[in-house]
């Protein structure tokens, strides 16, 4: 079966930290760039970030620039996304997703992960 699987979710207080993983099952990463997506409650999803095939390029969405780090080893078959400096405003439910490119169609999608900034 081909399938995203995230992990890493959670409770955090404002300010902590937290780092999400995308590990991939029934194919190889290699092939594909991997985006990360966010949807609160009552709000459309929104690109959060993305890292080329070769993790060459990255980019980030205006509201987590400096705070978050995209990251891949496709030895391990694995995104990671490094969220600091957490925010209330980052709490979402969180996807990644497989496009061929970055700015490409999504061919497979994650279940998602709770994210729950909070003190």
């Known amino acids: 079966q081909l399938q995203l699987v995230e992990s890493g979710g959670g409770l955090v207080q404002p300010g902590g930290s937290l780092r999400l993983s995308c590990a991939a099952s029934?194919?190889?990463?290699?092939?594909?760039?991997i985006a990360w997506f966010r949807q609160a409650p009552g709000k459309e999803r929104e690109g959060v970030s993305c890292?080329?095939?070769?993790?060459?390029?990255?980019n980030y969405a205006d509201s987590v620039k400096d705070r978050f780090t995209i990251s891949r080893d496709n030895a391990k078959n694995t995104v990671y996304l490094q969220m600091n400096s957490l925010k209330p405003e980052d709490t979402a439910v969180y996807y990644c997703?497989?496009?061929?490119?970055?700015?490409?169609?999504?061919?497979?999608w994650g279940q998602g992960t709770q994210v729950t900034v909070s003190s």
């Open positions: 997703a497989a496009p061929l490119y970055c700015s490409g169609y999504v061919e497979y």
């Open positions: 890292i080329s095939k070769s993790g060459g390029s990255t």
């Open positions: 029934g194919f190889t990463l290699d092939y594909y760039a």
